[in-house]
């Protein structure tokens, strides 16, 4: 069986709101690493959900990735390590593509306050918002372990969760050198 040398593998980092995803996508890119937030416009959009469906981020809307544009990302090489990050409720379409799933997971008040401190505009900066993803983690939050392959705290400073994270998958001899 050939096995895929380290620095072409591919990692999804999940999480819900506020665990730290995208915070750590950028530590990532300034590490210089091919990291990519997919909860961004270019790799997910809002699409109609029942009114009923308890598990999608706003009433009626489910985020979800963009399944062309990810399958294509995940369809080109790559010569080194490979970091995505989101969470959609399309995911698991993908997770056969990813040498491990690793989980950012903090307390739910930490996760709230890290909300109530982003910027109008951003998901998760209303009461209503926060009530909704205060719900999502009762019922998603576990979910995402169960299909996890690692669990990283991520109630700390980002460097510290990108450290853990570098070393819980074997990286720190992957990190790019300046010029490079």
């Given at each position: ?24 996508v950028r530590e990532l890119i300034a590490l210089g690493f091919d990291a990519i937030d997919l909860d961004s416009a270019q ?138």
């Amino acid at each position: 069986m050939n096995t895929p040398a380290p620095q072409s593998r591919t990692y999804l980092i999940t999480g819900m709101s506020g665990a730290g995803k995208s915070s750590v996508v950028r530590e990532l890119i300034a590490l210089g690493f091919d990291a990519i937030d997919l909860d961004s416009a270019q790799w997910s959009h809002w699409v109609d959900a029942a009114a009923d469906d308890a598990l999608t981020p706003e009433q009626g809307r489910d985020w979800v990735w963009r399944e062309d544009r990810v399958a294509a990302l995940l369809a080109k090489p790559s010569r080194a390590p490979r970091l995505l990050a989101g969470t959609a409720s399309n995911m698991a379409a993908f997770y056969d593509r990813f040498d491990a799933v690793v989980l950012l997971s903090a307390s739910e008040d930490c996760l709230l306050q890290r909300l109530r401190e982003r910027g109008a505009g951003e998901y998760g900066s209303t009461q209503a918002q926060r009530a909704a993803v205060r719900e999502l983690i009762a019922q998603v939050e576990p979910l995402l372990h169960e299909s996890a392959d690692l669990t990283l705290d991520s109630s700390g400073p980002v460097a510290a969760t990108v450290r853990d994270l570098l070393r819980a998958l074997d990286l720190t001899a992957a990190l790019p050198t300046p010029g490079r």
